[in-house]
């Protein structure tokens, strides 16, 4: 099971070392506060990003309100999805749901980033085996 969010990542915010959390905790009160006329599932901080669970028939306007928030870098839908193989295979296959063409040749491409470097396979690895899935 997949479960969708909007990324949010914030900019030099992250480089401010010891004041960090007080300039990430001002950045998400903002955030929140754009987009307080939105029904908000959930919300949680890792890795420096911010991830907001809500109604994905929202997300395009709500990313229009967190575009106007200082110190935002990037904005982009997700999911979330456990930590294995499959699970991701899975995940991707529900992100191109509906946006291949079987008529006409389309061309893609994976770039795997992982977040956690610990978990394996490596980001290379994952590129072919999530590409050959979809």
């Known amino acids: 099971m997949v479960d ?10 992250t480089l401010k070392g010891k004041n960090r959390h007080t300039f990430e905790k001002r950045a998400i009160s903002k955030i929140l506060d754009a ?8 919300y949680y901080q890792e890795q420096g990003k911010l991830y907001i669970k809500a109604d994905v028939n929202d997300f395009d306007e709500i990313i229009d309100h967190i575009k106007k928030v200082f110190g935002i870098v990037y904005i982009s839908p997700c999911i979330k999805c456990e930590k294995t193989v499959e699970s991701m295979q899975d995940g991707v296959l529900k992100i191109v749901e509906g946006k291949i063409i079987e008529d006409k ?3 893609f491409k994976v770039d795997v ?5 610990k978990f394996e396979p490596k980001s290379p690895e994952l590129n072919p085996l999530l590409g050959g899935t979809i």
């Open 4 to 13: 969708w969010y909007i990324s949010v990542s914030f900019g030099e915010l």
């Open 35 to 42: 987009i307080s006329d939105y029904k908000i599932e959930e």
């Open 105 to 107: 040749l389309q061309t």
């Open 113 to 117: 980033h992982r977040v956690d470097k």
